[in-house]
């Protein structure tokens, strides 16, 4: 059973930082490209951010040049550190994995940007 657990959420004031993790157990971790969503109250899931099995990266431009993703395959841990975060940034984050027709979600961390 693959399972994706969340960490590192939480309250922060604008222009703070915080790093979510995601924690992958049951399957061979380095074969899936993972990557984080976030939804904001009232609004549609959107892709954060990616990284693949070897290691490639893409980000919405919204948060490029102030989130980055990265993975430690002997942890089975991915990781999204986030910067300057502002208020817009409020939202639940998923981390998900992806290989072939196959996909997972965690249950979610909230993070919360206060003004």
């Known amino acids: 059973q693959v399972q994706l657990v969340e960490s590192g959420g939480g309250l922060v004031q604008s222009g703070g930082s915080l790093r979510l993790s995601c924690a992958v157990s049951g399957t061979i971790f380095s074969i899936w490209t993972m990557g984080w969503y976030r939804q904001a109250p009232g609004k549609q899931r959107e892709l954060v951010a990616d990284?693949?099995?070897?290691?490639?990266?893409n980000y919405a431009d919204s948060v490029k040049g102030r989130f980055t993703i990265s993975r430690d395959n002997a942890k089975n841990t991915v990781y999204l550190q986030m910067s300057s975060l502002k208020p817009e940034d409020t939202a639940v984050y998923y981390c998900?994995?992806?290989?072939?027709?196959?996909?997972?979600w965690g249950p979610g961390t909230q993070v919360t940007v206060a003004s």
């Open positions: 998900y994995s992806r290989w072939a027709a196959l996909n997972y």
């Open positions: 990284i693949t099995n070897g290691g490639g990266t």
